[in-house]
């Protein structure tokens, strides 16, 4: 199946930093990316639809100038989360949809923030 | 709205016993259907899917068939290992929603040996 990388898949930060993750479509061309942040023991929730060429479309209740999204290329959306706190600590989870199989998307391993 | 349904966990279980984790949903028109499952540390992996009605997916010795008449999408295996032990999330993608996933709460499966 297609394969989804994200980088670094750990990351720990202090309090004011920024920090990228990097979401990658490693054997297709996404037009349509999608980033979720996972609370301990929780579902994943939706943050944003990323697509390429375009501004991202934020869920509800999500800071678009907190949490800055860039989609520059068919293979590669990065979340920016800036300004982090410790609440903002969490695991983020990004996928891809292949535009040949709308139905379906390939999700990334994650990347495990924490904010000192 | 498009939801998802799944049964409260966790879920204990010996090994080699008989796994059951109900999922019922909600959606308007005619969704996909996924089960993921999440290993702890890690992202989600799909596990099997079914498109449409009476579609059965299998993949490792769990299967789930596709009920339309139940709006139900139960996710079963014959005989569980303690490698299976992860969270598993029920899922359906639909035209309506432009085909963004609708996950159910996720369900904790613990096997002992």
């Known amino acids: 199946g297609a394969v989804v990388s994200q980088h670094p898949s750990r990351v720990i930060c202090k309090s004011g930093t920024s920090v990228k993750i990097e979401c990658r479509s490693l054997d297709f061309q996404a037009t349509t990316m999608f980033w979720y942040r996972q609370f301990p023991k929780k579902s994943l929730m939706l943050m944003a639809t990323s697509n390429e060429g375009s501004k991202a479309t934020y869920e509800q209740g999500v800071e678009k100038d907190k949490f800055l999204i860039n989609h520059a290329s068919l293979t590669l959306s990065t979340l920016t989360v800036t300004s982090a706190h410790p609440e903002d600590s969490s695991f983020y989870i990004c996928?891809?949809?292949?535009?040949?199989?709308?139905?379906?998307?390939?999700f990334g391993p994650g990347t495990r923030l924490t904010v000192t | 709205g498009d939801s998802v349904t799944q049964m409260e966990g966790p879920v204990t279980l010996s090994e080699e016993a008989f796994l059951t984790i109900n999922c019922t949903y909600t959606?308007?028109?005619?969704?996909?259907l996924f089960w993921y499952v999440q290993y702890p540390g890690e992202g989600l992996q799909l596990l099997l899917k079914a498109t449409k009605a009476d579609d059965k997916g299998s993949n490792k010795g769990f299967e789930a068939t596709y009920r339309k008449e139940t709006t139900s999408f139960h996710l079963e295996k014959g005989s569980v290992q303690v490698s299976d032990s992860a969270v598993y999330f029920c899922a359906l993608s639909a035209s309506g929603g432009s085909y963004i996933p609708t996950f159910g709460r996720g369900t904790s499966l613990i096997v002992h040996p």
């Open positions: 959606a308007t028109g005619y969704p996909s």
């Open positions: 996928s891809a949809r292949d535009p040949n199989n709308e139905v379906e998307q390939y």
